[in-house]
């Protein structure tokens, strides 16, 4: 089965601090990735997701990824952070076609104020 | 209002006995999926359900079990033979095969003593 980990357990910035949060996954086919996040008390919810087409996607609150083939990754990057997006994020995968989605451990952001 | 149901929020159960945490939704959702959450680990699959009447293991089946007699319902029974049984259990829901988002449920905290 495919399998996902991301590099930083927890990330600590100060307000407008850039991010990049790595996502590397394993498996042998076409894949669908995903970032999702956590916010304190509130559902897991998508931020974004790549299927097809343009490896850079955008999401929602001006979060992006870059979908890398040769490298396996998709990283999760924001220009500059805010205090609201301290939260858990989560980088998962399904195999093309398949829903059986398997998550990264979690990177826990912290934006200092 | 549509999504996820999981109740109870809380549960606490003595060790040795089974306990059933519910999970429903309104979506009309074919795919559903209970994972497991715990600190530093992510989300680990436990089983999922792709349509009514059938259902595949996750990563850590053992110790768990599921039914699916209806696609609204996808009902988890941790049994007394899962050794770490304490721990926060979501239900997550998906249409489609493969890019589709996953919804979450708000979770179910169960601890075992």
């Known amino acids: 089965a495919q399998s996902v980990s991301q590099h930083n357990h927890h990330v600590i910035l100060s307000e407008a601090a850039s991010l990049e949060l790595g996502c590397n996954y394993s498996y042998g086919g076409t894949v669908n990735l995903f970032w999702y996040v956590q916010y304190p008390g509130q559902h897991l919810q998508l931020l974004l997701k790549y299927f097809s087409g343009d490896p850079l996607v955008k999401g929602i609150k001006g979060f992006e990824a870059e979908f890398i083939k040769s490298k396996f990754s998709f990283n999760l990057r924001k220009p500059s952070v805010q205090w609201s997006d301290t939260a858990e994020y989560f980088c998962a995968v399904t195999p093309l076609n398949n829903n059986d989605m398997r998550f990264g451990a979690g990177t826990r952001l912290t934006v200092k104020p | 209002d549509g999504g996820i149901t999981q109740s109870p929020k809380y549960l606490f159960r003595k060790e040795g006995q089974n306990v059933t945490l519910s999970c429903e939704q309104n979506l009309n959702h074919d795919a559903m999926y209970w994972y497991r959450q715990d600190p530093g680990q992510g989300l680990r699959l436990i089983y999922y359900?792709?349509?009514?009447?059938?259902?595949q293991k996750g990563d850590i089946a053992e110790g768990y079990s599921v039914s699916r007699e209806k696609k609204e319902s996808f009902p988890l029974t941790v049994t007394s033979a899962q050794k770490n049984p304490t721990a926060f259990y979501l239900c997550a829901s998906t249409t489609g095969t493969g890019a589709y988002e996953q919804y979450f449920g708000p979770g179910t905290r169960l601890t075992v003593t």
């Open positions: 359900s792709q349509i009514v009447n059938d259902f």
